[in-house]
């Protein structure tokens, strides 16, 4: 190939990308290498969007993630942070400025679970899942708001079992989801007069590795929701890509369900 054609390769491809709805944006998905994470920083960079990325331990994960994303030409930065370390989630709103120049949209995903009878739950389980799922997500708002452009987006993810609870043993994970309720809609007051908007997004069963919908209990959550089966990670990607972009540009202080209708 001549490098006049690849020049001409080259340039085409940046046309597109110009053309895409998030272009120029700058994204920071916390838990972004498997999951859900990892179908939100996949569909913001397909979508046009600079990804940051944490993850925690699995930087095989990370690395397979950003890897996707460069093959499709976009920019992407992997940053390993325990979102229960304050100091680290500080460190992952500044490695994404510093990479990328800007912050524009916040996506709070990372998150652990305990379950189990509530005379069960340790100390050190209840500490850990409201570090990460609670004080993370508040932590990684507080740093990035003095980033974020007017018309900033900032989405937490949420679960199902925030609003209403069909099993026993719950009780830990669905406190931290909650909270994630009261800290969306008050954030929403807060920076809607700069055009911020701040919503939450509920999934109900997602087939993950974490949760895979051949695993154990899968058919009891299935059969709660209105489909009778599991979701994917790419309709919560969906969703938030919606949000974050100028269709979401009136939607704010939201809790939206994507359950297959667990909750109605």
């Known amino acids: 190939m001549s490098s006049i054609q690849s020049t001409d390769t080259a340039a085409t491809g940046l046309a597109a990308r110009q053309s895409l709805p998030l272009y120029g944006k700058a994204a920071l998905v916390t838990g972004g290498s498997r999951g859900i994470g990892a179908a939100i920083a996949l569909r913001l960079a397909a979508d046009g969007a600079d990804v940051t ?3 925690d331990r699995s930087v095989a994960a990370a690395e397979e993630v950003a890897a996707l994303i460069e093959k499709s030409g976009g920019r992407v930065l992997a940053v390993r942070a325990d979102c229960a370390d304050p100091a680290a989630i500080r ?3 500044e490695a994404c400025v510093t990479e990328f120049g800007r912050l524009d949209i916040l996506v709070n995903n990372a998150g652990v679970g305990a379950t189990g009878p509530v005379g069960t739950m340790q100390l050190a389980d209840i500490d850990q899942v409201l570090a990460v ?7 990684a708002s507080q740093a990035a708001e003095p980033h974020l452009a007017d018309g900033g987006r900032i989405v937490n993810i949420g679960s199902c079992v925030g609003e209403r609870v069909v ?14 309720n009261g800290l969306t809609r008050a954030l929403a007051r807060e920076l809607g007069p700069r055009g ?3 919503n939450l997004v509920a999934p109900g069963p997602v087939d993950t590795d974490m949760n895979p919908a051949d695993g154990q209990g899968a058919d009891a959550q299935a059969a709660f929701t209105a489909r009778g089966r599991y979701g994917e990670a790419d309709d919560v990607a969906a969703t938030v890509a919606h949000l974050v972009g100028d269709g979401g540009r009136n939607i704010t202080g ?3 369900a994507v359950d297959g209708g667990f909750n109605a």
């Open 254 to 256: 939201a809790s939206i």
């Open 91 to 93: 460190h992952s709103v």
């Open 53 to 55: 990325l944490t993850y």
């Open 196 to 198: 911020v908007t701040v």
């Open 133 to 139: 799922n609670v004080r993370g997500p508040y932590l």
């Open 167 to 180: 099993f026993p043993g719950m009780s830990l994970y669905a406190t931290s989801k909650a909270a994630l």
